[in-house]
């Protein structure tokens, strides 16, 4: 089949799902329908529009009542977030972080701000995560246990955390990845940007690991126009997340000292405003992004050549993004439908390219990433707004 014949039967199974064009279809649109405006007037009115305010401490307990967390402390953004995270996981200079090649720049970042060094590993074709049982063989192989601690026995550098990331809302297997994670003992940091509403056997990503990181960017499933939020069931580190994510200020009524160096990475109380109003309509966005999942996984069920990727078993995905994966890997192919869909107002997009061909990242240490390799010409994420599902 050529090329051209495959994006045409893709954009028709897309226009039977998605009806007939009028306007671009945005990858992924935020919605303000329910009591965003009248939290974020209150802020302005009320003159608490910075770090601290009554919205931020809502949101705080909110995040942590909807994932059962116990608790939330909210960032200026996600990649914040996800560098504090690290911190809390005693990620230190001169330690290697093990990280999915495939995934946004913000998890490889995350660790080089921390003065530490992505180690690549492998994903999965079941989960489009890290895949835990490639890691275990790459560990066997590389590393060696000194002193309890992971050390790469060619770099000689110590690996202390690895960072599983859901891809496009879609959970990881986290129980295996924590029994390899218990074996080499290292920190377990979640990348949980893209998963917030998804569960891992009923249980809500970015509760397994020590700690993790969600984000609110404009394009996720819950937005604060920029923000993210560290969770943890750890109560000091939870004190300690506030307190460097707060320029570790020391509390004092009226002096201003601190106790070592530490970040502003507070979420205004504007944004928390924001926030609030869009958590209360989670549940529903999950719902109809699970039902426009299900109109994809219909309407291109017939389709020859490319097949849309369905959560596992143990999963109940927020389906954040809704991806196709082209049979067999091939750019060119992969190219030919992406300048298709997006010239005929479809805006669909490739996965990121993958973070060890970037050239701050192409001379870090290297699982065999094959698969991932695959993935990456393969991928094909489609429009995927809440507002597609809507009749
Ligand atoms: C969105 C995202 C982040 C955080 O991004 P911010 O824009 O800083 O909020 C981190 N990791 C992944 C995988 C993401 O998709």
Redesign the pocket.
């Known amino acids: 089949m050529s090329a051209e014949s495959l994006a045409d039967d893709i954009y028709s199974a897309l226009r039977q799902v998605l009806g007939s064009v009028a306007g671009v279809r945005s990858l992924h649109e935020p919605e303000f329908a329910g009591n965003e405006w009248k939290y974020t007037r209150e802020c302005l009115d009320t003159g608490w529009v910075s770090s601290v305010g009554a919205y931020v401490d809502l949101f705080e307990r909110n995040l942590a009542a909807y994932t059962g967390a116990t608790h939330a402390v909210v960032t200026a ?3 914040a977030a ?1 560098h504090t995270c690290l911190m809390l996981a005693g990620v230190q200079g001169g330690d290697e972080v093990l990280v999915p090649t495939l ?2 720049i ?2 490889a970042n995350a660790v080089s701000y921390c003065g530490a060094i992505p180690h690549f590993v492998d994903s999965s074709t079941q989960t489009l995560g890290l895949d835990a049982e490639a890691l275990r063989r790459h560990l066997e192989d590389v590393a060696d246990m000194r002193a309890g601690e992971c050390v790469n026995r060619t770099s000689g550098r110590r690996i202390r955390a690895v960072v599983p ?1 859901h891809t496009f809302g879609h959970p990881v297997d986290i129980d295996r990845l924590l029994a390899v994670a218990n074996t080499f003992n290292l920190a377990v940091v979640e ?1 949980a ?2 998963s917030l509403g998804s569960l891992y056997r009923g249980r809500h990503t970015g509760t397994f690991g020590e700690v993790s990181a969600l ?1 609110f ?1 404009g394009n ?1 499933i819950v937005t604060t126009g ?1 923000g ?1 939020a560290i969770l943890t069931n750890d109560p000091r580190l939870a004190a300690r997340a506030k307190h460097l994510t707060t320029t570790a200020r020391v509390t004092h009524g009226w002096e201003f000292t601190h106790d070592e160096i530490g970040y502003n990475y507070r979420m205004p109380n504007i944004n928390a405003a924001v926030g609030c109003g869009q958590l209360e309509n989670l549940a529903a966005f999950v719902t109809r992004k699970r039902a426009l999942a299900a109109r994809y996984i219909e309407g291109f069920r017939g389709l020859k050549g490319a097949a849309i990727f369905r959560e596992c078993e143990f999963a109940r995905s927020n389906y954040w993004l809704n991806t196709l994966i082209l049979d067999e890997p091939d750019t060119q192919l992969r190219d030919v439908v992406l300048t298709h869909l997006n010239h005929r107002g479809f805006a669909a997009r490739p996965a990121w390219t993958l973070m060890h061909r970037l050239p701050m990242y192409s001379r870090c240490p290297c699982a065999p990433l094959a698969v991932a390799e695959r993935l990456e010409a393969q991928i094909i994420n489609l429009p995927s707004s809440a507002k597609l599902a809507d009749p």
Do not use: C, Q, W, Y
Request: charged share 20%; proline share 0%; glycine share 18%.
């Open positions: 953004n996600g990649t996800l995934t946004f913000a998890t990331m990348d940007a893209e984000s960017n996720k920029g993210g």
